[in-house]
């Protein structure tokens, strides 16, 4: 009877090493936390970032001719961001992002005048932001995982109606509240027990001009297109 159970107990021990070895050979090697986040086809999350954001400017024609202007640049100016990400996975290396949120940003054109005085103009915003991203992701690799984003974003400035009753005095530039842009970063998936975390950064530019022409502003009239554009920072908390 003894010899019985002790076949009874060795057999045991063998099936059970070989079920936990046949698992280990399925998990992939050194990725512990990410077979927990390995079949939810979607999960959501928060995104806090940080900006840089000013304007592209193309002069027009009427720069040259222009006699108390010399020189126009935009300037970049820091920003946040606050996002609610959902995630939807395409396969095992894609996934859709939709991410809208809220961006508050300052942007600023300087001039300087033909007898060396500048000056600034600045627009303060607040964007209701709407990207749609896809994002590919490499094989996993010690909980770890890179991947590259890319895609358009649509945003509207839900400051300009207010901008526009209190300012219309004031000599500022003629910005259309409407943008689309197109985005594209870089970032790594870091996976713990309770959430991912993805820090990334990402360059947005604009695909059409902003710029509403005002021919009775000086500013205006030697500028023919305007472009936003911006460096993103995120931290990106999913799960």
Known sequence: MHHIHRYKIVFTILL??????????????????????????????????????????????????????????????????????????????????????????????????????????KIESVFLEIPLLLRFKSAPYKDKRLFVVGGLKYSYDVASNARARTDVL??????????????????????????????EIKFSQGIGNIHVRNNNKEESRVLDRILSRALTISFHFEG
């Open 170 to 199: 004031k000599d500022l530039f003629n910005i259309s509240p409407h943008d689309f842009q197109f985005e594209v970063g870089a970032g790594i998936q870091m996976f713990f027990p309770f959430f991912i975390f993805s820090p």
């Open 16 to 121: 059970v090493c070989f079920a936990l070895q046949a698992h280990a050979q399925l998990k992939p090697k050194g990725n512990y936390n990410f077979w927990n986040y390995k079949s939810k086809p979607f999960y959501f999350g928060l995104t806090i970032g940080m900006h840089s954001t000013g304007y592209l400017t193309q002069k027009s024609r009427q720069f040259m001719n222009s006699d108390s202007l010399d020189f126009v640049t935009g300037l970049d100016r820091p920003g946040l961001n606050v996002n609610i990400i959902t995630n939807l996975k395409i396969g095992q290396y894609f996934d859709f992002r939709f991410i809208p949120g809220f961006a508050f940003s300052e942007r600023r054109i300087s001039f300087r005048q033909s007898n060396n005085i500048f000056s600034e103009e």
